[in-house]
Nanobody, 121 residues
């Protein structure tokens, strides 16, 4: 059984910083791509940043230069460092991992439970 646990959300003033973490646990054979998505009230979920197994990163235009995605393969964890936060970054942030559970030996997508990020003065 695989679980993803997110942490690090909260309330921050404009211009502030937050660091999100998403740790995968359970019987995992391998992890491929990792990513962060967000969903603001009344809007569709959108990709924020992704990182491949070889470390290649990709960012949404609205966060490029402000957010940094990274991964620690030894800890099965993906991070999102968010700097210079803006009110429009307010959303629920979800991690998504493409991984292979030992039980199935098939690539599957897993979502975290979501963590609220609110940017407001």
């Amino acid at each position: 059984q695989v679980q993803l646990v997110e942490s690090g959300g909260g309330l921050v003033q404009p211009g502030g910083s937050l660091r999100l973490s998403c740790a995968a646990s359970g019987s995992i054979f391998s992890i491929d791509d990792m990513g962060w998505y967000r969903q603001a009230p009344g809007k569709q979920r959108e990709p924020v940043a992704t990182i491949s197994s070889d470390g290649t990163t990709d960012y949404a235009g609205s966060v490029k230069g402000r957010f940094t995605i990274s991964r620690d393969n030894a800890k099965n964890t993906v991070y999102l460092q968010m700097n210079s936060l803006k009110p429009e970054d307010t959303a629920v942030y979800y991690c998504n991992l493409r991984l292979m559970p030992i039980a199935t030996k098939k690539w599957e997508g897993y979502w975290g439970q979501g963590t609220q990020v609110t940017v407001s003065s």
